[in-house]
């Protein structure tokens, strides 16, 4: 039996953000809470939000001092704004971060516990206040998963938080949001995308639905990311990428993530590495260390991507496939840990603990050939030399 959670209201495509108002008045919701970033608030978006809901008759109050890699203490403060008011609902506005931040606090809205009380494997089903995910990136795919990030300061800690309150009762995936974004954030969140997509085809608990999706998803992002990237105005393009992102989270919200991402996590946490970027600089050599277990759907990702040709063997197609990465790595500029300036003798001395962080996650053991501690350590150094 597969069990699916999905987003029950939905608007997708250009323009979507004016339906707005009438996603809430078809969930029954009336005392919106914005949770978004300082970029947002002051680059008018967050004003355009706020016209449309006071244009429609709706009263709104914002936090507007979400951080990157969104930590226990922001989320403290934005949980004490919101209890300031009277709300019934939470509105994440922005990348990843705002929505991560505004599904934990509607979360603890409810339930008198903390972040690290509700990390994996602890799962949460019994919701808090309904979240409305508005993402201004295509990327991260949180509008339509289970999960959020959050960092616990103290241990330099990305606590993976799962469970279906995480899951958004709405969400607005309007690409026009994403027509500003700048190169760099558009190479490195729809490579997050892309991870989402070929992780959920290759997860132990990827099912038909989810490879539906996944194949889908990596095909759409494969072919527009670049042209997005070089052309940011190019409505197809954006629009492309953002679906494929939407397509991605809804994969791997099901069939979750595995190494790549057991192993990104750390290194946000703790060298300030955007998410997105991290796993870009691990999925080429994880990959390649991957195949083994799972050669044909690595191969039917590469025929599917048009690394590969229709009749290449699964071996050929998936060298081509880890070929094919290091390619577009270079092509979208993705630096290596080193080029981007980590401190290798930093680097070093946490591979321990980052590989027993990886680890904790669970993801790692979603991956089709599952490592031990050793495997990752070797893996880190592997990426470090690449």
């Known amino acids: 039996m597969t069990a699916l959670v999905l987003p029950p209201f939905v608007r997708l495509g250009g323009g979507a953000l004016n339906e707005l108002p009438d996603a809430l008045q078809q969930a029954g919701l009336k005392a919106p809470f914005i949770i978004t970033d300082p970029f947002m608030a002051s680059g008018g978006v967050l004003e355009r939000v706020r016209g449309i809901l006071e244009q429609a008759g709706y009263t709104m109050r914002a936090f507007t001092e979400t951080v990157p890699d969104p930590t226990v203490a922001c989320v403290n403060a934005a949980l004490a704004a919101l209890r300031d008011g009277q709300h019934d609902c939470v509105i994440g506005l922005g990348g990843g971060s705002p929505i991560d931040t505004a599904k934990m606090v509607a979360v603890l809205a409810r339930h008198d516990t903390t972040p690290s009380g509700l990390k994996v494997p602890h799962i949460q089903n019994t919701p808090g206040l309904p979240v409305i995910a508005i993402p201004t990136t295509a990327g991260t ?31 607005i995936v309007d690409y026009e949001l994403t027509l500003t974004m700048p190169r760099r954030l558009t190479a490195d969140t729809g490579t997050d995308a892309l991870t989402h997509a070929l992780e959920a085809w290759v997860s132990k608990k ?94 039917m990702a590469a025929r599917v991507m048009g690394i590969a040709e229709a009749g290449a063997s699964d071996a050929a197609a998936g060298e081509a496939l880890v070929e094919g990465l290091r390619r577009r790595n270079r092509e979208i500029g993705v630096p290596t840990p080193k080029e981007h300036g980590l401190d290798v003798a930093r680097w070093d001395n946490l591979l321990p603990l980052m590989a027993e962080q990886a680890l904790a996650s669970g993801s790692p053991a979603n991956n089709p050939r599952v490592p031990t501690a050793q495997d990752i350590v070797a893996l880190y150094h592997r990426v470090w030399a690449a």
């Open 141 to 171: 795919g949180s509008e339509a998963t289970r999960v959020t990030v959050i960092t616990d300061e103290v241990s330099d800690e990305k606590m993976l938080c799962m469970g279906p309150a995480y899951q958004p009762h709405i969400a």
């Open 206 to 299: 990827a099912s038909p639905f989810t490879d539906a999706l996944a194949l889908t998803a990596m095909q759409r992002i494969w072919k527009w990311l670049p042209v997005a990237c070089e052309e940011p105005g190019n409505r197809e393009a954006r629009a492309a990428v953002m679906q494929g992102a939407f397509e991605a989270g809804m994969a791997f919200s099901n069939a979750s993530v595995a190494l790549v991402h057991g192993m990104s996590r750390p290194i946000g946490a703790h060298f300030h590495v955007p998410h997105g970027l991290s796993n870009a600089m691990l999925l080429p050599e994880i990959t390649a260390w991957s195949l083994s277990g799972a050669p044909e759907r690595y191969a």
